[in-house]
């Protein structure tokens, strides 16, 4: 399928003028872009982790991309994760209201990365159905939670839509 939109996070993070939008619901941290201080391969990080685990609930969300007209799309992105803690949560919504709490939301099941105990072996989704968003808007969301108990750091890159 052809890719109709593709962030790859450049320097800059999340303000104004980026086609996301990060939502801190709870805790002092939040969605950012990071290339680890080296090269141009820069990537949605989320860490929890501040002077100890901290309590966090932060939400990344995509412009609106249209599938109107389109008979079948999917989704693809890639993850990499370090240190234990909740996993990342995806979803898609065709009505986002500007409040991820007041948002009818469908979690999506991607393929995830599990290696806690190494950075660097980015794991791909697989190819995501969006076909229950066909001939609407839809945005996509990563939701990242952690706890005093445990605060892992995700990595989100080479995010796609495809669609035709």
Do not use: C, H
């Not at 999340?14 to 939008?21: L, N």
């Not at 685990?53 to 939400?59: I, K």
């Not at 609106?64 to 979803?91: C, E, I």
Request: aromatic fraction near 12%; charge should be negative.
């Amino acid at each position: 399928l052809p890719t109709i939109y593709s962030e790859a996070f450049a320097a800059g993070g999340f303000g104004p003028g980026s086609d996301w939008t990060a939502v801190s619901v709870t805790g002092a941290q939040a969605w950012n872009t990071s290339n680890q201080g080296n090269g141009s391969n820069y990537y949605a990080v989320m860490n929890g982790f501040a002077s100890g685990n901290q309590n966090n609930e932060d939400w990344l969300i995509s412009k609106a991309v249209s599938l109107v007209g389109k008979s079948q799309a999917v989704l693809n992105f890639t993850t990499d994760v370090r240190y234990a803690g909740n996993a990342l949560q995806v979803y898609a919504t065709d009505n986002y209201t500007g409040n991820p709490a007041t948002t009818t939301w469908t979690q999506l099941s991607p393929v995830l990365d599990t290696n806690i105990n190494a950075f660097g072996d980015w794991v791909s989704s697989g190819n995501v159905s969006l076909n229950a968003f066909l001939g609407k808007d839809v945005r996509i969301a990563f939701k990242y939670t952690s706890t005093t108990s445990a605060a892992a750091t995700w990595e989100v890159d080479d995010f796609k839509i495809k669609a035709q």
